[in-house]
């Protein structure tokens, strides 16, 4: 089956510190790629739609500059946290759909926990 | 616009025991709706969906769900549940016609299934 794999799975890292998180899928071209933002015992809040070869598209409220998204391949979106703070200590999950399934499922990655210190 | 009820926080189940865990959606026009599951510091799995045809769906694992347009709902249902399905639920929807690649999820049901 389609497996998306994110990179790394865990990071504790000092205030000020940007942080990158990568997003791959490993069996399947993925145009249109979703970051997730996951706060303890509550739903998923879109960050972002990453556009391979295009610019991001934001979900309002988001900063774009402190969230820098890049989809420079088919298989690859990366999320930088920048000049990291302990309030965006968090858990980020990216997700991918398969290249021409628009109504189809999409498939996520396991996760990334972001600890700021 | 689109959105995804869950009404429940937490259901508990005992082991054996049918579960639903509930689910209302509302779109503007047909709905494509998705059950998720996520076990803990884990990304989500995609159960099962429906996109049109028969209204109850077969997914992954047992699980079920059916599609009911007049009460605009989609429950999903196990006959009968194991300790292994405890976990957190989330239902989605995204609208047909609305020319909007997003996928909206719901707050998310824990299941808890009680030996």
């Known amino acids: 089956g389609a497996v998306v794999s994110q990179h790394p799975s865990w990071v504790i890292c000092k205030s000020g510190t940007s942080v990158k998180i990568e997003c791959r899928s490993l069996?399947?071209?993925?145009?249109?790629m979703f970051w997730y933002r996951q706060f303890p015992k509550q739903s998923l809040m879109l960050m972002a739609t990453?556009?391979?070869?295009?610019?991001?598209?934001?979900e309002q409220g988001v900063e774009k500059d402190k969230f820098l998204i890049n989809h420079a391949s088919l298989t690859l979106s990366t999320l930088t946290v920048t000049s990291a703070h302990p309030e965006d200590s968090s858990f980020y999950i990216c997700?991918?759909?398969?290249?021409?399934?628009?109504?189809?499922?999409?498939?996520f990655g396991d996760g990334t926990r972001l600890s700021i210190l | 616009a689109q959105s995804v009820a869950q009404p429940e926080d937490q259901v508990n189940v005992a082991e054996g025991n049918p579960l639903t865990v509930k689910c209302t959606y509302s779109v503007s026009g047909n709905p494509y709706l998705f059950w998720y599951v996520q076990y803990p510091n884990r990304g989500l799995q995609f159960l099962l969906k429906?996109?049109?045809?028969?209204?109850l769906v077969k997914g992954s694992y047992g699980f079920e769900a059916e599609f009911n347009k007049s009460q605009t709902s989609f429950h999903l249902k196990k006959p009968s549940a194991l300790v292994s399905d405890s976990a957190l639920y989330f239902c989605?929807?995204?609208?047909?016609?609305?020319?909007?690649?997003?996928?909206?999820f719901g707050t998310g049901t824990k299941l808890q299934v009680i030996p």
């Open positions: 997700s991918a759909r398969e290249t021409g399934t628009i109504n189809q499922p999409q498939h």
């Open positions: 989605a929807v995204r609208d047909i016609g609305g020319g909007y690649q997003k996928v909206t």
């Open positions: 069996d399947f071209q993925a145009t249109t």
């Open positions: 429906y996109i049109t045809g028969d209204n």
């Open positions: 990453s556009n391979e070869g295009s610019k991001a598209t934001y």
